[in-house]
């Protein structure tokens, strides 16, 4: 997302804030809260967030400050939870993550060491997940989502469309959730990591 944008998210942000409504379902208590602030704590979603139901393939690259990640993504995500098998080039499995409502697991060395399950389970569920739902949950932690989506035309007469996702505190955005065109490209402003999934043919 363009840097000037950030206001515009912003204010929208905030003005959604004011006319979401709040949610109520309770998520297993064994599922460790994910600081999305330094100060605000927050459930994962409850598995039926992502629908309709989808898996795909998709190119996982992954910045953690200065640890990169690249490999294919086997994504499975609907009703019954989140799976994800991560592979190397040469198809061999070398990390997986799995979320059933009431556990989250990641099990896997490429990842940085104090990286927990529910963080990515919530950043795909940012991505993937109902917006009406997203703004109800976030709204509870006196959060902020909002979404803009925008028509792209392109030069051979055909078109897509690009969702812009942004998660704010007081105005202020943390992190942005691009999504169109088979890429979705997750910016996590306030830890400084990023994951970008392109989907395979």
Not at 129 to 139: F, V
Not at 161 to 179: C, F, L, M
């Amino acid at each position: 997302m363009n840097k000037k944008h950030l206001p515009l998210f912003a204010a929208i942000c905030l003005s959604a804030a004011v006319l979401a409504s709040c949610g109520s379902t309770k998520v297993a208590s064994n599922l460790e809260k994910v600081y999305v602030t330094n100060t605000t704590k927050v459930d994962v979603l409850p598995v039926d967030a992502i629908f309709p139901e989808f898996e795909k393939y998709q190119q996982f690259q992954g910045t953690f400050g200065d640890t990169t990640l690249n490999a294919l993504a086997y994504i499975q995500a609907g009703p019954t939870g989140i799976d994800v098998l991560l592979m190397n080039d040469f198809g061999g499995e070398i990390g997986s993550i799995s979320y059933d409502g009431a556990s989250a697991k990641l099990d896997s060395s490429v990842f940085p060491k104090k990286l927990k399950a529910e963080y990515i389970i919530l950043d795909l569920q940012n991505a993937y997940a109902d917006t009406q739902k997203l703004k109800e949950h976030y709204s509870k932690y006196d959060l902020e989502f909002c979404e803009i989506k925008t028509n792209i035309s392109t030069k051979d007469g055909g078109g897509f469309s690009v969702a812009e996702r942004a998660i704010a505190k007081d105005g202020k955005v943390i992190e942005t959730i691009s999504i169109g065109n088979g890429v979705v490209t997750i910016k996590n402003l306030l830890r400084g990591y990023e994951y970008k999934l392109t989907t395979s043919e």
